[in-house]
């Protein structure tokens, strides 16, 4: 719930009525709380003296107005010569709420003469005060009011900036101006607290500390980089400060590389970096991050929208009525392009690049795979002075990870060249190490094991479940559950992440409350009592209501993995519901890696599970069994089971829908069978209906033609095809082999 911007106005009212009402009937224009003693609304508590109901209702006020005319006001009851309007602006400064000082002109020249006067005149103040006479102000102590404002700076460090006014519409005038003027003051507290925001965050570098920890306490490290575009003329000051440099010189950055490499830590360094730059310059060029995961692909990337939005996240306060952009110069840190969405269409892309935020200076951090399909094609690609791919590591790098972390902890080189020797000699852990969240995982595993290297990790699945049941044990001990062991809770948390996942299938924002009621009555009944939001807060990103995935997305595409796994073995959903989706190729490739380390009991259960949806269908002609059997015959051709052969053949031998053909064929080349390859060429030369649909299903593959039609896609020959022929010559370059055939 957002709430409204109070405003106080303080002054005296017998000389000033009319300008106090002028000033109310303004505020209210703007849906603002105006916290003035002769509102309706003003609050009285029964119990207060009534100046003390005044210093009370200033505490809600997030600006205060003070007007000085002639009057000094009525003193203070628990003060001999302070006047309750002075009481009320000293609380104002002191509780650090903004204070906008409005003088009547001929209030300030009648001090301004009167301190001429007391300089020409040679005796001392008070001598002076007995025989002077006021001629516009009606008490000298509004004199000495005025005085005391003037060198608040120096007594409170506050402001001391005084406007003048002479007639209400000039003060009202003003009082719009100085509140619009406040916006650069508002936005820098933003910035802040984003900041601060940032460095709290879950962070995979260190699973038990925030990202503000991993910087401070020395364990992040600078990752390998290529400059693929541009240049960094700043480069050997480190990757952030020239990547600042950059923006600062109105260019934009793109970082890009694949899961787990580092890309959000390289933003959120430079973006600290950046504001650590703004606050020691306290200028109008003002940094912003922007967390992509909760946004959309529909998203208005619209700066003063944006700004607006801020105040609700970071004050949970309505959008500044008064608010004015129009003077700062903003750079913005985009973390995450390849979270906003699934799939992005040819026309948001396009959306997003005519936004407002997307004409100003960007970092960019996206997956590999993302910024080739979408930002190397469009001209979303045209924005970005320099490009910077994220390499993975290498021995020696991984290397001196592990040294820095075990120095941390206070460990010897024997025992570091104990990890390294475990990672080394064991051919199926190898690839972790050019990997820094898998290193990662494995040590933070360690150190959580008494810096034990535990002997049941060999693999790249096996590090994912050992590091779940760390989380899970040490979550259940802390929420004292004692009715659920380490296996339900990744289970639970395996399916919550299926039900996140399948939100953003469906191009929906997930709600916290929603998904556990659907995992509670639909999918896991059994763990009823144990479902509430305090169980989710290890693994999963919440913003109030809401919920965006995991604080690491290889960590929900496992989760995920995991639940289709499970279903797909006990027959419960999603399964088969899931077959039917598109799924990230992420997701497949760890069910794939699950199932191959199960039982083969389990093995050919899920197997077999799946090819009975696929025969469930069989005959079925709209789309959802059609996707159904596609889908599952990509599994079938994938899972190396003992019936594989004899499945894939059968299907050939019944099926006549030409998606699911074409989707037999890929997976029988994917098997290494040529004969079916043979056959598959030979038909699309011969075949002008399968040569359409095979083109079209590449198109939507890669994002140059709709995917979210019926089946088959079809190329009409009108489409362009500059993302999947960059595929295709990407697939090309990475192959070693030459015998590979160029068709015109």
Not at 533 to 559: A, C, P
Not at 649 to 666: D, G, K, P, Q, Y
Request: with cysteine.
């Amino acid at each position: 719930m957002s709430l409204p911007w109070v405003i106080g106005v303080l002054s005296t009212d017998f000389d000033l009525h009319d300008y106090r009402e002028a000033i109310i009937n303004y505020l209210k224009q703007s849906n603002t709380i105006i916290s003035a003693f002769e509102s309706p609304d003003f609050p009285v508590e029964p119990d207060k003296h009534s100046h003390d109901v005044c210093l009370t209702a200033l505490k809600r006020t997030h600006i205060a107005i003070l007007i000085i005319d002639k009057r000094f006001g009525g003193i203070y009851y628990d003060s001999s010569d302070v006047s309750i309007t002075k009481e009320e602006y000293i609380s104002a400064i002191e509780k650090g709420i903004p204070c906008l000082v409005f003088v009547n002109k001929q209030s300030w020249e009648e001090r301004h003469s009167y301190s001429v006067d007391l300089k020409k005149c040679g005796k001392s103040p008070e001598e002076f005060e007995k025989e002077y006479n006021c001629k516009y102000v009606s008490d000298i102590r509004t004199i000495y009011f005025i005085n005391d404002i003037q060198k608040i700076y120096e007594d409170k460090n506050c402001s001391n900036w005084i406007t003048f006014f002479d007639s209400i519409p000039d003060l009202i005038e003003k009082l719009h101006g100085k509140l619009s003027g406040l916006s650069r003051y508002w936005i820098k507290r933003i910035v802040n607290r984003q900041r601060d925001s940032l460095k709290a965050r879950k962070t995979s570098t260190s699973f038990s500390m925030s990202l503000g920890d991993v910087f401070d306490k020395g364990y992040y490290m600078e990752p390998e980089y290529n400059v693929e575009s541009g240049s960094l003329l700043t480069e050997n000051q480190g990757l952030e400060k020239a990547i600042v440099s950059e923006l600062s010189n109105q260019k934009s950055v793109l970082v890009y590389g694949e899961a787990g490499y580092g890309k959000t830590t390289i933003l959120a360094r430079s973006f600290l970096e950046h504001v650590a730059k703004f606050n020691k310059e306290d200028g109008y060029e003002i940094p912003f991050y922007i967390w992509l995961k909760d946004k959309s692909s529909e998203y208005h990337f619209d700066f003063y929208r944006y700004i607006q939005e801020c105040f609700e996240v970071y004050y949970k306060r309505m959008p500044y009525p008064y608010l004015d952009v129009s003077s700062i110069m903003p750079y913005f840190y985009l973390d995450g392009f390849d979270e906003i969405a699934e799939k992005i269409s040819r026309e948001e892309v396009n959306s997003i690049i005519s936004s407002c935020i997307f004409k100003f200076p960007i970092m960019l951090t996206s997956r590999i795979q993302y910024a080739l399909r979408y930002l190397g094609n469009f001209e979303l690609a045209n924005k970005f002075n320099v490009r910077i791919k994220i390499n993975k590591w290498d021995p020696e790098k991984a290397k001196k990870y592990i040294d820095n972390f075990c120095v941390i902890n206070g460990k010897n080189k024997e025992y570091v060249d104990k990890i390294y020797v475990l990672l080394t000699d064991n051919k199926d852990l190898n690839d972790i190490l050019d990997n820094p969240l898998l290193i990662t995982m494995l040590l933070w595993v360690i150190e959580a094991n008494r810096m034990d290297i535990p002997e049941t990790i060999s693999t790249r699945v096996e590090l994912f479940q050992e590091c779940f049941k760390e989380m899970a044990r040490r979550e259940l001990h802390r929420a004292k559950i004692s009715n659920l062991v380490e296996n339900d809770l990744i289970l639970i948390w395996s399916y919550f992440a299926w039900l996140i996942y399948q939100e953003r299938l469906l191009k929906r924002k997930p709600k916290v409350k929603n998904l556990l009621l659907d995992l509670q009555n639909n999918y896991l009944i059994q763990y009823g009592e144990n479902y509430n939001d305090s169980i989710l807060e290890v693994v999963f990103d919440t913003v109030g209501e809401f919920v965006f995935g995991t604080f690491h997305e290889q960590f929900l595409e496992f989760l995920v993995a995991n639940t289709l796994y499970h279903a797909c073995l006990y027959k419960k959903m999603p399964y088969p519901e899931f077959l039917k989706y598109v799924i990230r190729p992420e997701i497949n490739r760890y069910f794939r890696a699950i199932w191959n380390e199960s039982l083969e009991e389990e093995k050919e259960s899920i197997a077999n599970n799946i090819f009975d949806k696929y025969m469930d269908n069989l005959g079925l002609n709209d789309n959802i069994a059609i996707s159904t059997r596609v889908h599952a015959i990509y599994h079938i051709s994938r899972l190396n089971s003992k019936l594989r052969e004899k499945n894939i053949e059968r299907a050939f031998s019944i099926e006549t829908n030409i998606s699911v053909r074409l989707s037999l064929f890929f997976g029988a080349i994917k098997m290494g069978k040529m004969n079916e390859e043979e056959d598959f060429y030979n038909l699309l030369l011969e075949n002008q209906e399968y040569n359409v649909a095979n083109r079209g299903y590449h198109l939507a593959y890669y994002s140059d033609m709709p995917s979210d039609g019926e089946l088959p896609f079809l190329d009409t020959g009108e489409v362009d095809w500059s993302n999947t022929l960059k595929a295709f010559i990407r697939h090309f370059e990475s192959k070693k082999e030459n015998n590979i055939f160029y068709a015109e």
